[in-house]
């Protein structure tokens, strides 16, 4: 018999199966009983083949018959079934009469192989059924017959036996009263109640009360439910919202599994029940397998067309051998759920995990190893490093066929997340775990929200280099605008000029009167010398635009904002670009020219002006200049006007300086801001795409202002001494509502003026560059439950880190895990843990290694691992470390092929009783887990 080292594995039953000579309704194919059985041991073995088929591989076949176990007993004998039947089972159905009810209901009793040779002497010979006026009969063979020749005395054996299974109506009462006897015999048998409303439990009652009180006896007295129905396994396991888990708790005693069978009685129904609903159990094909439907009735049998729960064969690890002298040379199995590694101290636990993490994903382990202070040996500093083997020695087999090579894992290390949890550093590693985790998403409309993260950096760079270029210009400006306010003093004040210049025109004036000039030859002339001198200057700078049209040959260009397209995207793109730069550029040529031309019309116009001028100029200028005296007095006046218009341009220029500046200013200190709203924009879209993702964890982002960041910033580059640096930015009471525009522009100003001094020899640019930054965070926030991570137990924490680092490589690949329980408190692992686990371990394979008998038996482990080192007490069979490996329910020894048992501690005792012996609390574990779904 196999030991089924690959511990709780999906395979087919079949619990209700007839055969040929079955008491009721025979309608197997062949004249003669010979024949029949003949026709039925071929009809089996043709559907089952070789059992490569999994849909059709029956590991286990409940042999049922009415009230009698004779056709399972033959078939026992005959030993004709393939040879990939691992488990027969008796299954004895019986109709059981109920008060009042004029439907009898089917209930059936599956004993453990085991215990056959007692069945009829401890059962059947004890069961009674009253038949009015001839007593008390027993379901034994004899008095079924008696019972029939009871009815018709006439009756032939053989008729009276059928007769007699058909009078045979035992009471619930009865039944129950066998097993309140032998309490010992309910150890050995399963009982199980058909659900159809017809001949099953669901037609008693029909809201008769005294009814509904034998039903609530019955089914707090059986242990499975025969049905194929979705809706009545929904019922049974509390799914259902009319009959929650504490209803059907007092409705039934616990939750109760449903299984189903083909109910065969002919042989075009072998193994094939309506709808394709085949029975799959999760278990050894042992009855200590079968047991195990009774204490986890969900996730150990499922109603399925197809084997349930199947991962690709590329994320599943097979297993594992390794080639050194101190190790057993038998790999090591794995199956595809739930590892646990088990053994007492230094028994070669972690040792068999970290190497198999080293020879799948060597760059991961290091790393963690390195946070969680398991460094290389030779470092003192360190906790020491479990063996590690030479990487040619461990051979890693993959489900898919292939060996090692460099896969997707998760490997948690002992007291890893112990070390990510305590971590101080502003980003920590948790954060890069949430991001990563939160971008893998996609939006409502299917795109990567790593998209918006992209596109945050991309503004945000964009914002940066605008800002500094602007900031540079701002620098500029400002140093532009003092200069030429040093020029404009360099002249002289304005006001002195324009009372200069009114002086001299005075004197002009009354000397011109002298000279018998008139007041308006006078204005005429200085109007002409205004014009003259205002003309030039327009013509000059029409004739400016001129030039600057006419050599602009394009005035549309492409800013490049499509960075990260593909290439045939931007191939497009690139297209579609061209041709508006095209066809603008076409239109633009053609209306420069009007352009051009109403500038010519203008600067005609001003030459005709400055000629007109120049007319009346030369008229005048004679007269006005043939006195010395005014001649001097125009010459000065001359250079007053040159002065003045000097004068005028410095306060244009300067104008247009401060104007400028203002808008830099304006720009920058918006911008800085605006740094705000890029982060602002991105938290609303994530948060709007990470509602609902999940059960247990919601993520959210906050943008938080880093307050300390500029603070420390600010006082490295203003210091504190400074009574104005103190007033701008009070360091001791600074908080982010006091990052304003108005404070940006004040930094700047009072840089720029020099009211606040930069330390260090620091220039004003290196000063205001260091603060003028971008000052904003983005801030993943896990919540569980209530609470946030900074609110959370050390142990709900490590748990939440736990489910974080799963979740980061959601690609549904292996989970190596290293004694978690010795990072989360008692009360994470039963509440927390356990049930993460349970959940986890449908879609990913887990290998874990624990001391803990809750995470084993509580997460009801696929497979058990059992380390040994030789030693005193722990004697090897032929290797230092050994490993043995089976399921939960796996209670048996290894025995050689000549009957004795095998050598070594391991193979002395069955998993349960390792699991017993070396965890702690493995016993009461075990009873916890039989209680944990019934009263």
């Known amino acids: ?133 001839h007593g008390e009969f027993s379901a034994i063979r004899t008095e079924i017959v008696r019972l029939g020749k009871a009815f018709d005395n006439s009756l032939q054996e053989t008729a009276a036996y059928k007769k007699g299974i058909e009078l045979f109506l035992p009471s619930f009462d009865s039944i129950k009263n066998i097993f309140d006897v032998n309490k010992d015999m309910k150890e050995h048998v399963i009982i199980a109640v058909a659900n159809s409303s017809t001949d099953g439990i669901s037609g008693i009652g029909n809201g008769n009360g005294q009814m509904q009180g034998v039903k609530r006896s019955i089914l707090h007295f059986i242990d499975l439910v025969f049905s194929g129905n979705p809706s009545d396994r929904d019922y049974y396991l509390g799914k259902k919202t009319s009959s929650p888990i504490n209803v059907l708790q007092a409705e039934c005693g616990g939750l109760k599994p449903c299984i189903h069978g083909c109910d065969a009685h002919e042989n075009a129904k072998l193994f094939e029940p309506d709808h394709q609903r085949y029975c ?134 002992q007291t890893y997340l112990n070390r990510l949890a305590d971590s ?83 004197q002009r004036d009354e000397l011109s009167q002298s000279l018998r000039l008139s007041d308006e030859d006078i204005k005429s002339y200085d109007t002409a010398v205004a014009n003259i001198d205002c003309q030039l200057r327009k013509i000059e700078k029409i004739e400016n635009e001129i030039i600057k049209i006419t050599n602009t040959v394009s005035i549309v260009q492409s800013i490049g904002v499509f960075d990260g397209l593909s290439e045939e995207t931007f191939g497009k793109v690139s297209a579609v670009i061209d041709t508006l730069i095209s066809t603008a550029n076409v239109s633009w ?31 005048l200028k004679g007269t006005i200049e043939s006195s010395n005296a005014i001649k001097e007095l125009a010459a000065k006046m001359s250079v007053e006007t040159e002065k003045l218009k000097q004068i005028e341009g410095f306060e244009q220029t300067a104008l247009e300086v401060k104007n400028q500046f203002n808008t830099l200013l304006d720009d920058i200190s918006a911008s800085l801001i605006n740094f705000r709203s890029y982060y602002d924009e991105f938290a609303d879209y994530i948060n709007q795409n990470t509602q609902s993702e999940d059960v247990d964890l919601s993520y959210s982002v906050q943008i938080p202002f880093r307050q300390e960041d500029f603070v420390s910033k600010w006082i490295d580059v203003f210091g504190i001494k400074s009574i104005k640096s103190r007033e701008l930015v009070n360091t001791e009471t600074f908080a982010s509502s006091d990052y304003t525009i108005d404070l940006i522009k004040s930094i700047i100003m009072k840089t720029l003026n020099g009211e606040i001094v930069p330390l260090k020899s ?17 801030k993943y926030v ?77 997460a009801d482990a696929d497979e058990i691992i059992v380390a040994n080192q030789d030693g005193i007490d722990s004697a090897k069979k032929s290797h230092r470390f050994e490993y043995r490996s089976g399921s939960i329910e796996n209670d048996l020894s290894v025995y050689k092929s000549d009957g004795t048992l095998d050598d070594g501690v391991l193979n002395a005792r069955g998993i349960q009783r390792h699991i017993c012996d070396i965890l702690e609390g493995g016993i009461i574990a075990f009873e916890k887990r039989k209680r944990k779904y019934h009263i």
């Open 1 to 133: 018999m196999s030991d089924y080292s690959r511990g709780s594995e999906w395979r087919r039953w079949d619990l209700h199966v007839h055969t040929p000579e079955t008491n009721k309704n025979d309608l197997f194919n062949g004249s003669s009983p010979e024949e029949k059985w003949n026709t039925f041991y071929s009809d089996v073995e043709t559907y089952i083949g070789d059992g490569d088929d999994p849909l059709k591989n029956i590991a286990a076949i409940g042999i049922t018959d009415y009230l009698s176990i004779e056709n399972y007993l033959k078939i026992k004998r005959d030993n004709r079934l393939p040879q990939s039947v691992a488990l027969v089972l008796p299954n004895i159905e019986m109709r059981i009469a109920i008060p009042a009810q004029n439907s009898p209901v089917n209930i059936h009793f599956i004993f453990d192989p085991a215990f056959d040779n007692h069945i009829e002497s401890r059962f059947l010979g004890k069961l009674k059924f009253s038949y009015p006026g």
């Open 589 to 619: 040529n053609a209306q420069k020219f009007e352009i051009i031309a109403e500038l010519e019309i203008k600067r005609e116009a001003s030459i005709k002006l400055r000629d007109d001028s120049t007319v009346v100029h030369d008229k």
């Open 424 to 506: 101080s550093e502003e980003t920590t590693e948790i954060d890069n775990i949430v991001e990563q985790i939160v971008l893998e998403r996609k939006d409502k409309s299917g795109k990567p929200l790593s998209n918006a993260k992209t596109i945050l950096l991309s503004k945000i760079d964009k914002l940066k280099s605008s800002t500094a270029s602007k900031l540079f210009e701002l620098i500029r400006k400002h140093e532009q605008f003092m200069h030429t306010e040093e020029l404009t003093a360099n002249i002289g004040k304005k006001e002195l000029v324009e009372q200069e210049l009114a002086d001299l025109r005075k």
């Open 280 to 413: 799959w159990i999760k278990a050894d094909p042992t009855f200590s397998g079968l047991k195990q439907i009774v204490y986890e009735p969900e996730e150990r049998v499922c109603i399925s067309a197809m084997k349930p729960q199947v991962k690709p064969s590329y994320q599943v690890i097979e297993s594992m051998t390794i080639e050194h002298p101190d190790f057993q040379s038998d790999p090591v199995v794995f199956n595809d759920k739930l590892n646990c590694i088990i053994g007492g101290k230094s028994t070669g636990k972690s040792i068999l995990l970290h190497n198999l993490a080293r020879a799948i994903s060597l760059k991961q382990v290091v790393e963690k190893c390195e946070i969680a202070g398991l460094k290389v040996r030779g470092d003192k500093k360190s906790k020491p490093m479990t063996w590690e083997l030479d990487p040619n020695m461990v051979t890693v087999n993959w489900l898919d066929g292939t060996a090692s090579a460099e896969r997707k894992i998760v490997y948690i290390p």
């Open 782 to 858: 896990v919540q569980m439950g209530n609470d946030t991570m900074g609110k959370m137990s050390p142990g709900k924490k490590a748990l939440v880190l736990l489910k974080l680092l799963i979740k980061l490589a959601d690609s549904d690949c292996p989970i190596l895990i290293d004694q978690p329980e010795d990072d989360l408190d008692n009360r994470s692992i039963y509440d927390l843990l356990i049930e993460f686990i349970r959940n986890k371990k449908i879609n990913r394979q887990i290998i874990i290694v624990t001391h803990n008998a809750n995470i084993v038996l509580g």
């Open 762 to 778: 620091a220039t004003n640019e290196q000063a205001l560059r260091s603060i003028l930054d971008d000052w904003f965070n983005v």
